[in-house]
């Protein structure tokens, strides 16, 4: 193994956003120690997270990692260098950055409208995006996806990016409330990871991935395994029909740091 490609919350993170928080609530330190195997082994550690660039950036440094993927694979940094993987959408002066470009084609609106008991922004998150609209909520993704089509914005598409787990962020009327992304409709995790894995000459089979979201899995387009976190599971029955038949995708028995720590283990131990 040569390369972890690990979500952040939900996986790396317990709950609460804590890398020392294991799924009991109680004080772990198997996410860390998932860290410490990659180190030994040699195997580069990379975030790839819907959280926007500055939050990344600082959890990268303070993890010693050099590469990390922000905003869905919006962008990824390598050794300090960015790269927009957003289809030509860049910032510019004249239009402002990427997210004010997606703001401007009206498409944030037209969802809200669409679905407005159903969504609204992800606040205090959404707030100093690059690129993304981060939304709260539950809402059919392809039909939101079609509707976009329809209205001339097929540039544009809405990602579930997993279950908001948080008591402060549920919906009145909603039992389960997910995270969603409006992004280029190029722009994918996946793209992101085959990115890095260019620049960095390694083969899918070097590479796992882990995560707990449905933009996560498919990752699993391009490394050599992705392992999807126990804790998915608890909120969203419906991953277990969509991990069942694809190959290459393992469920692991932990959740969070645990879960990541035995993806690591695990491929080591098989490897030998």
């Not at 976190?229 to 393992?250: C, G, I, K, Q, T």
Request: glycine letters at 10%.
């Amino acid at each position: 193994m040569r390369c972890l490609y690990v979500d952040m919350d939900g996986t790396l993170l317990g709950p609460d956003a804590s890398l020392l928080t294991g799924g009991d609530g109680r004080f772990s330190t198997l996410g860390v120690r998932a860290l410490e195997v990659c180190a030994r082994v040699g195997a580069e550690v990379v975030l790839y997270s819907g959280r926007k660039q500055s939050s990344v950036f600082e959890s990268a440094r303070l993890i010693g990692s050099s590469a990390y993927i922000f905003e869905l694979g919006c962008g990824l940094v390598l050794d300090g260098e960015l790269e927009w993987l957003t289809d030509g959408l860049e910032p510019s002066p004249g239009k402002g950055s990427i997210f004010d470009q997606i703001e401007a084609s009206g498409a944030p609106a037209l969802l809200l409208d669409r679905y407005a008991d159903a969504i609204e922004y992800h606040t205090p998150w959404s707030a100093e995006r690059d690129v993304s609209h981060l939304f709260r909520g539950k809402v059919d993704v392809p039909e939101a996806n079609a509707i976009l089509a329809e209205g001339g914005l097929h540039w544009l598409r809405l990602v579930d990016n997993g279950v908001v787990r948080a008591a402060a962020e549920q919906m009145d009327g909603l039992p389960v409330v997910h995270a969603y992304h409006l992004i280029p409709a190029g722009a994918s995790k996946a793209r992101a990871v085959a990115r890095h894995m260019q620049a960095r000459g390694y083969a899918p089979a070097d590479c796992i991935a882990a995560g707990d979201s449905r933009e996560d899995i498919d990752s699993v387009s391009v490394v050599g395994a992705f392992w999807l976190m126990a804790n998915a599971l608890e909120r969203d029955l419906s991953l277990e029909a969509d991990v069942r038949d694809r190959a290459r995708v393992r469920v692991a028995e932990a959740g969070y740091g645990a879960g990541v720590y035995e993806a690591v283990v695990t491929t080591l131990a098989e490897g030998r």
